[in-house]
């Protein structure tokens, strides 16, 4: 008897995969086939290729440039081959249901899916909908929706809201393994400062300028962005990082909070941990201000601090991280009132239901 598959997708940024890792080792456990379509390039060939179990196939794909390119009129035929090169792989992997988690790779997969007449479930994470999954919406089956609010921007009669995805590796991160890989002290606060899969120069700068002062009062693990290690900083109670993936668990556990951008997945993350929240969303003119969104949401329920990219200098950054540490309490006591909800077991039940 044939397997029975399926066909991930997303990429483009890591916020685009992560919630596909959350939910494949559930499909790896009941014995699916698994394939994920992505890029060439992409950091979902890197998250993903390594993983057993797991067949990587990669397809040409557009992007969306906010800014002038002779490349931009290349993409549209770019599009049109990764939905033929869909369309082929489909043919021959013959999957039962299709998940994807958006980016410009995600396109031609949903697109291929529809012309196979094979269910697709796209799942938005952001506040409102990005380019790539508003393409998408018209060839899927379902659209699903982290934040409650997001139901307003999605089609009527396929949304659903089913809140966020959490890796459930995050909370089997052991504190004292964090503490041990950076060696840090345990009876001194830990800052984890995230600048995105590629890094924010400017924070980096920021924190690198400051580290006398940052390390009077607190540890600090920094995942920099790769190749924006500085390999010239050795101080004690200061460990770098370009990317991290294994190791996140025990970081997190060791962890007391967190300074990064404003992703939906990472945030929500973060929120399931009590982990409370420095933010500094992507500015409007490095994104389409979804980060901006997200991350007043979370202001205004209160688990998060935010300072707009703008508005990010040394005594800001300083002052706002200051007072995250002075009201942990009161934002820990908000943050346990939040329940990690059974979205992750809702996805899982309806891939393997939807016909």
């Known amino acids: 008897m044939r397997k029975k598959t399926i066909v991930f997708t997303g990429g483009g940024t890591a916020g685009h995969v992560v919630v596909n890792l959350a939910l494949i080792p559930e499909f790896i456990k009941e014995n699916w086939e698994i394939h994920y379509i992505g890029s060439h390039k992409g950091i979902e060939r890197e998250l993903i290729e390594p993983l057993e179990n797991v067949t990587y196939h990669s397809i040409s794909t557009g ?24 369309l082929r792989l489909l043919s021959k992997i013959k999957p039962r249901v299709i998940f994807s988690k958006g980016g410009f790779v995600a396109v031609p997969v949903v697109t291929a899916a529809k012309l196979k007449g094979i269910p697709a479930i796209v799942h938005e994470s952001d506040y409102t909908p ?108 200061y460990k770098q990082f370009e990317y991290v993936q294994d190791e996140l668990k025990d970081l997190l556990a060791a962890t007391d909070f967190v300074v990064s951008r404003a992703g939906s997945n990472s945030i929500y993350e973060f929120l399931a941990l009590h982990k409370p929240m420095l933010l500094i969303p992507l500015s409007r003119q490095a994104s389409r201000g979804d980060q901006i969104l997200n991350a007043n949401s979370f202001e205004k329920q209160g688990f998060a601090h935010v300072i707009e990219e703008e508005e990010l200098n040394e005594e800001r950054f300083l002052n706002e991280l200051n007072k995250l540490w002075n009201e942990r309490d009161q934002i820990l006591d908000r943050m346990k009132s939040y329940k990690s909800e059974t979205a992750k077991d809702d996805v899982v039940q309806m891939l393997k239901e939807i016909k």
């Open 63 to 86: 992007k969306l440039r906010r800014y002038f390119d002779k490349e931009n009129f290349k993409d549209p035929f770019r599009v049109l081959k990764g939905t033929w090169q869909s």
């Open 130 to 237: 990005g380019l790539a999954n508003k393409l998408a919406f018209p060839f899927a089956r379902k659209v699903l929706a982290t934040f409650p609010e997001t139901m307003n921007y999605l089609p009527e009669k396929k949304a659903e809201w089913i809140g966020a995805i959490i890796r459930d590796e995050l909370f089997q991160g052991s504190k004292q393994a964090g503490l041990n890989r950076c060696d840090f002290v345990s009876d001194k606060p830990t800052i984890l400062i995230m600048g995105g899969s590629s890094g924010s120069q400017k924070l980096n700068e920021i924190i690198r300028g400051n580290l006398n002062r940052l390390l009077e009062k607190y540890q600090i693990i920094h995942i920099c962005g790769k190749g924006k290690v500085d390999p010239s900083i050795h101080k004690y109670g």
